[in-house]
């Protein structure tokens, strides 16, 4: 595609700022909103922070009640 081979940028991104110009004009060159990243969570805390996502905590691994401590 000669369009991204003169910008310098990836062809899909050629196709997603052509499609939403046509579907919304002007309006639809913005960014559009991005999805969290998996390290932090929706409080803006940092990947390092102790606090826990209420999902993740429903999702973190934990120790069987019959496991045994491993010794012996």
């Not at 990836?10 to 700022?17: C, E, F, L, S």
């Not at 932090?40 to 999902?55: M, V």
């Not at 999702?59 to 010794?71: C, L, Q, V, Y």
């Amino acid at each position: 595609m000669e369009v991204s081979r003169r910008l310098r940028i990836a062809p899909d991104t050629v196709r997603t700022r052509r499609r939403r110009f046509i579907e919304h004009g002007l309006d639809g060159l913005g960014d559009e909103p991005r999805p969290v990243s998996l390290g932090r969570s929706l409080s803006g805390g940092s990947p390092s922070s102790p606090r826990r996502s209420p999902s993740a905590q429903s999702t973190a691994p934990s120790k069987p009640s019959n496991a045994t401590s491993g010794h012996g």
